[in-house]
């Protein structure tokens, strides 16, 4: 199984970036995925995420209406569009298949694998 992370950068505060993820190896279409991020010296933290169907979806409070995450089933791809990036948004960010429950969607634990991230980068 292969998660593949793109579309990091740096970018200016206000600015945009969409990051993508193409998984490789498994049935993508049988998992829900989710895009976390880990900040220097902090723990890893849920972005967003969305069900196995490409239905539900769920962000972090702290997205308020900043990103979107899509998946495309047939392409095996998942992309998160960030928009209005501020530097406290700076962080690798993953991206993460799995088939959590739904008090597990949010956390780690849900998911089984992991891309190897991709750094972005926000300056103010």
């Known amino acids: 199984v292969q998660l593949q992370a793109s579309g990091g950068g740096l970018v200016q505060a206000g600015g945009s970036l969409r990051l993508s993820c193409i998984a490789s190896?498994?049935?993508?279409?049988?998992?829900?995925m989710a895009w976390f991020r880990q900040a220097p010296g902090k723990e890893r933290e849920f972005v967003a995420g969305?069900?196995?169907?490409?239905?539900?979806?769920c962000y972090a409070d702290f997205v308020a209406g900043r990103f979107t995450i899509y998946r495309d089933n047939n392409k095996n791809m998942a992309s998160l569009q960030m928009n209005n990036l501020k530097p406290e948004d700076t962080a690798v960010y993953y991206c993460?298949?799995?088939?959590?429950?739904?008090?597990?969607?949010?956390?780690?634990?849900?998911?089984?694998?992991w891309g190897q991230g991709t750094q972005v980068t926000v300056s103010s």
């Open positions: 993460a298949l799995g088939r959590p429950i739904q008090s597990s969607r949010r956390s780690e634990v849900g998911y089984n694998y």
């Open positions: 190896g498994l049935t993508f279409s049988s998992y829900d």
């Open positions: 969305r069900r196995w169907s490409g239905g539900s979806s």
